[in-house]
Structure formats: C-alpha cells, structure tokens
T-cell receptor
C-alpha cells in the first residue's frame, strides 16, 4: 500500500523546451504532495509543497515561474520545468502524505524522474 | 532553521555484522524522525520511523533509537546482508510537515 508513481521515469529534452512530470498516489488520497530535486551523490532538496486545489509553496531560491506545480486533484500533482537548461538536469522526486493514511508527516516517495537537458 | 547532520558518509561492513548510522538535529521542536533507503536510480523507501514520544522502535533487523535530550537518533541494522547495500538518509520533521534530510550514508555490505 501507499504507492506513489511518477511519469515519465526518464526524459531527455532540448534546451529551451518544457517538460512535464506527473506524480500520482495510486491507492490513497494525498492531501499534500512535495517535489524534491536530487543531484548526483547528494541529498534530497525540497523544492515546493503543494496542497490540492491551492497554490504551491516554494522553498527559498526555487523559481516558481520556472518550476510550475499544479495539484489538480487528491491523486495527481504535476511539475513543469519551463524553458529547461542543462543545469536543470537532475533527478526529480515527488512524495505524498495523507491525513487518512500514515498521518500528515509520513511521506511516501515516488520512483523519481531523471531529466537530462541537452 | 533545522539542521541535520548524518554520519558516517560511507560505511563498509562484512555480511552478518551490524551497521549503525547516526544523525543529530538542531530544532528541539522536531517530533518525527524517519529513515529512508535509496537504491541507485530509485526513489527513497521508508524503512522505519519514530516519533518524539518513543525512545526506541524495532522492526525485525532494523531499529531506531531516539535521544531527545541530546537531539540525536540512530539507525541500527543487525545481521546485514548484501541487499542492505544502499544509501540511507535520515530526516527530521516538525509540525510544518516538511522533511529536512541528512547528507546520506552509503552502506556497503561485503559478502
């Protein structure tokens, strides 16, 4: 139980294009979803927090106009990297919490999406 | 803000030995302490967690201990197996719901 999926698992795009990553909670309703970025051999860095039906809250230093987050339903959040550049290449991971499952602090992570910008 | 320090950064043990990873945190209001295992190219997997009202929790070969006074908590893996080889992250959360992660520990279990 508590399965989170991401799509795509990997994507390669050209510099200047936009890429959308989906995060879904498959067997529970996620009241909150989080988006992280992880560079090679480094820890996870929180980018933003999103609650269903409301605007995402971005961490300091994360450009909200570049990383668009939409949390349209209790099972789906999307991250769009706009005008991607090579420095945006990274491993993007989402997580979800549910007040009905595990409590509001137990985060279940997706498998991640490897983004490579050429 | 919260600061989480994790040690060691790498750990190599022989199969069957125990492994211990330690984390310290700075915010005394923190009340939730999960441990995640991350295999190469995959997302983190929750392996055990503990809340501030508990001092120790065990799940088969894995245990976590928490010392709130000293603000540190540890992951203990007994009877290690090669499949335990991975990167392990501790994390800390307060009432904000956000997780602050440690730097990670690469565990290698040699057969």
């Amino acid at each position: 139980g508590a399965v989170v999926s991401q799509h795509p698992s990997w994507v390669i795009c050209k510099s200047g294009t936009s890429v959308k990553i989906e995060c879904r909670s498959l067997d529970f309703q996620a009241t909150t979803m989080f988006w992280y970025r992880q560079f090679p051999k480094q820890s996870l860095m929180l980018m933003a927090t999103s609650n269903e039906g409301s605007k995402a809250t971005y961490e300091q230093g994360v450009e909200k106009d570049k990383f668009l987050i939409n949390h349209a339903s209790l099972t789906l959040s999307t991250l769009t990297v706009t005008s991607a550049h090579p420095e945006d290449s990274s491993f993007y991971i989402c997580s979800a919490t549910s007040r009905w499952r595990g409590g509001t602090d137990t985060q279940y992570f997706g498998p991640g999406t490897r983004l490579t910008v050429l | 803000g919260e600061n989480v320090e994790q040690h060691p950064s790498t750990l190599s043990v022989q199969e069957g030995d125990s492994a211990v990873i330690k984390c310290t945190y700075s915010d005394s209001a923190s009340n939730y302490f999960p441990w995640y295992k991350q295999e190469l190219g995959k997302g983190p997997q929750l392996i055990i967690d503990i809340r501030s009202n508990v001092g120790e929790k065990k799940d088969q070969r894995i245990a976590v201990t928490l010392n709130k006074t000293a603000k540190h908590f540890s992951l203990h893996i007994t009877e290690t197996q090669p499949e335990d080889s991975a990167v392990y992250f501790c994390a800390v959360s307060s009432n904000t719901g956000k997780l602050i992660f440690g730097q990670g520990t690469t565990l290698q279990v040699k057969p």
